[in-house]
């Protein structure tokens, strides 16, 4: 197939891209590398099956240009992390809706699949776990930043399934914390790639609030396998949770990420409103329900933490952090 990766040059894009030549597809790349590097591209931007197009989904004429021909369209490009959502919430919401409306308007006309990347985060702070792709969303009040991203990504997915209605063919993927080589650096989030580089620096490992809040860290082999999984037709109209289930603590995974790189770091505890200012609200624990993404993706996460985190830190020891991407 010939199919086009937006936001190809970041974190998870690129691994997708690098899977999807290897699986025999021809790949057009959208970045505007704004967060993503084309040295995240390097094995691949030879490839004769590869075309890498600089600019961003915010450009239609562009975008329309790039999606000629093309049967599937991953929609990854977008603007997230903790830090920008609180920071630059216009920036958030606009490049997070803008960039989807294009991708599905321009779609629409030529019938192109598109699967979207959505996030975890939509479930916000619902306490009901494990979260099934039909939970609630509980989010909270308006006046607080942190929930835009949230929200703007909750848009997209009803964006979507508007445009699935009207025969579209469209599948949402929701990623649980994805981790690994070229995961996001410490500015705009990313708790393990921070942990990490502190970690080999020698530096504090910085934990927020009393660290027992919990998540479930999938490596990003296991997200990408769930990705591809969703271009099929039959997946047309449906939301999956693409994650792993083993639930570990903040305090648990600092102690991981030392043991695991051998540093002498101590590990402290930073109250939240000094990261993020008065009111700040973290979601208190996150896990999937995978029942369905097993079911009818036949996906089966298969990297454990440690294995996980053994090849992040390798991958960070040998490339330094100024290699990661700046999101
Ligand atoms: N976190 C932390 N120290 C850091 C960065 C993050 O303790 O230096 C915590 C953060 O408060 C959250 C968890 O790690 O509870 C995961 O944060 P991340 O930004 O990676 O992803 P989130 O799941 O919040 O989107």
């Known amino acids: 197939m010939r199919i086009l990766v937006t936001g190809g040059a970041g ?12 699986l025999g597809h021809k790949v057009v790349t959208l970045d505007d590398l704004s967060t993503g590097k084309l040295t995240f591209l390097q094995d691949v931007i030879n490839h004769p099956n590869h075309v890498f197009v600089r600019g961003s989904v915010l450009e239609r004429s562009l975008l329309n240009e790039v999606m000629d021909g093309c049967e599937v369209v991953f929609h990854l490009a977008a603007v997230l992390g903790v830090k920008n959502t609180v920071e630059n919430p216009l920036k958030v919401i606009e490049g997070n809706i803008d960039g989807t409306r294009n991708v599905l308007e321009l779609a629409y006309p030529r019938k192109t699949k598109v699967i979207f990347a959505s996030t975890s985060e939509v479930y916000g702070k619902n306490e009901c ?18 929930w835009c991203y949230a929200t703007a990504k909750a848009l997209d997915e009803h964006f979507c399934f508007a445009y699935a209605e009207k025969g579209l063919p469209v599948t949402v993927v929701r990623y649980f914390n994805a981790y690994g080589p070229r995961a996001n650096v410490s500015q705009y989030g990313g708790v393990i790639p921070k942990f990490i580089t502190q970690a080999i620096a020698g530096d504090p490992i ?27 037709h039959q997946h047309n109209n449906e939301v999956y949770n693409i994650g792993i289930d083993n639930v570990i603590s903040i305090n648990q995974l600092a102690k991981k990420i030392k043991e695991l790189s051998d540093s002498n770091s101590q590990i402290i505890y930073i109250p939240y409103k000094s990261v993020y200012g008065e009111g700040y609200e973290d979601t208190p624990n996150r896990r999937p329900d995978l029942s369905k993404a097993k079911q009818k993706l036949n996906f089966q996460p298969t990297t454990k933490i440690d294995e996980g985190l053994r090849k992040t830190i390798a991958w960070y020891r ?5 290699n990661s991407s700046v999101q």
């Not at 974190?11 to 290897?22: A, P």
């Open 318 to 322: 040998k490339n330094g952090m100024e």
């Open 11 to 22: 974190f998870i894009g690129s691994h997708l891209v690098e899977q999807l030549l290897s």
């Open 206 to 232: 910085s934990v927020y609030g009393d660290g027992e809040q919990t998540r479930c860290f999938t490596y990003i082999d296991d997200t990408i396998r769930g990705t591809i999984a969703c271009i099929d």
């Open 129 to 146: 776990l494990p979260f099934r792709e039909d939970s609630n969303r509980i989010l909270g009040s308006t006046k607080k930043n942190r």
